[in-house]
């Protein structure tokens, strides 16, 4: 089974879409700081139930959103047309991007980027995102640090992130130390009616050292311009922070197909 199929439902009515509500707060600010543009063109990768991608479009961005997962994107299209915007969102493999100097921004949000379990994934994921960009464009997404996979998220052990008259869901993570490989084995009921369904979904996320991230940014053409261990402060990272921020701009473009 893919993941975020039935899963998409818990993760649309949990505590999950807050994480993208706080980055939309901040991102103003942000934009402003950096010399980003306040306006324009927003792609957002792997965008998920489509928080993020709505937030940007009352702010004023003409946004598209893009994931692999359908019934993700059929909750942002409701979501969208509820809050009354044109958002666009579409199918696809975030390794597989195909747009061309069309953005100014792009997103990737939640540690979505430590989906990719293998080098070679990142790397095709920047060269997709490089040659969306305009020239110039900027680039900002998270990622789950080794220290947080590890130490963070193996403290969520059998943990109930979510708890509610008709939604519960349970996470019992596992981390293996050879790989630096996370694995999040959640378990989701869903009330119908008298009854509750059952989900299960398994979820990988691989844990990168800051510096190799910062070479495959730069070898598919990002300038990083800064590496921060808090959004919200523009505080560098630390030893153990579990989560780390990049902000990297466009400097030479990779060539379209």
Same mark, same amino acid.
């Given at each position: 089974?893919?993941?975020?199929?039935?899963?998409?439902?818990?993760?649309?009515?949990?505590?999950?879409?807050? &994480? /993208?509500?706080?980055?939309?707060? !901040?991102? *103003? +600010?942000?934009?402003?700081?950096?010399?980003?543009?306040?306006?324009?063109? $927003?792609?957002?990768?792997?965008?998920?139930?489509?928080?993020?991608?709505?937030?940007?479009?009352?702010?004023?961005?003409?946004?598209?959103?893009?994931?692999?997962?359908?019934?993700?994107?059929?909750?942002?299209?409701?979501?969208?047309?509820?809050?009354?915007?044109?958002?666009?969102?579409?199918?696809?493999?975030?390794?597989?991007?195909?747009?061309?100097?069309?953005?100014?921004?792009?997103?990737?949000?939640?540690?979505?980027?430590?989906?990719?379990?293998?080098?070679?994934?990142?790397?095709?994921? &920047? /060269?997709?995102?490089?040659?969306? !960009?305009? *020239? +110039?464009?900027?680039?900002?997404?998270?990622?789950?640090?080794?220290?947080? $996979?590890?130490?963070?998220?193996?403290?969520?052990?059998?943990?109930?992130?979510?708890?509610?008259?008709?939604?519960?869901?349970?996470?019992?993570?596992?981390?293996?130390?050879?790989?630096?490989?996370?694995?999040?084995?959640?378990?989701?009921?869903?009330?119908?009616?008298?009854?509750?369904?059952?989900?299960?979904?398994?979820?990988?996320?691989?844990?990168?050292?800051?510096?190799?991230?910062?070479?495959?940014?730069?070898?598919?053409?990002?300038?990083?311009?800064?590496?921060?261990?808090?959004?919200?402060?523009?505080?560098?990272?630390?030893?153990?922070?579990?989560?780390?921020?990049?902000?990297?701009?466009?400097?030479?473009?990779?060539?379209?197909?």
């Amino acid at each position: 089974m893919s993941l975020y199929q039935k899963f998409a439902q818990i993760y649309a009515k949990g505590q999950y879409p807050d &994480f /993208s509500l706080h980055f939309s707060s !901040l991102l *103003p +600010n942000i934009c402003q700081k950096y010399g980003i543009p306040e306006k324009g063109k $927003l792609l957002d990768v792997a965008c998920g139930e489509g928080t993020f991608a709505i937030q940007a479009a009352l702010q004023g961005w003409s946004v598209v959103g893009m994931d692999q997962s359908e019934e993700m994107l059929n909750l942002a299209r409701q979501q969208s047309a509820q809050a009354g915007v044109s958002t666009k969102f579409e199918k696809i493999d975030m390794r597989e991007l195909d747009r061309c100097d069309e953005f100014d921004l792009s997103t990737c949000l939640f540690d979505a980027v430590n989906y990719m379990l293998e080098e070679i994934d990142l790397k095709l994921t &920047f /060269s997709g995102v490089n040659r969306a !960009l305009k *020239p +110039n464009g900027w680039f900002i997404f998270d990622m789950n640090t080794i220290y947080g $996979l590890s130490n963070r998220w193996s403290a969520q052990s059998n943990s109930v992130p979510i708890d509610t008259e008709d939604l519960i869901a349970f996470h019992r993570p596992i981390f293996d130390f050879e790989k630096q490989l996370a694995t999040m084995h959640i378990t989701g009921f869903i009330r119908q009616n008298k009854y509750w369904e059952r989900i299960d979904e398994i979820h990988q996320e691989k844990g990168y050292p800051i510096g190799s991230i910062k070479y495959l940014l730069e070898e598919t053409g990002f300038e990083v311009v800064d590496i921060l261990g808090s959004i919200e402060s523009g505080t560098p990272p630390k030893v153990d922070s579990g989560r780390v921020w990049f902000i990297a701009r466009k400097s030479h473009p990779t060539e379209c197909h």
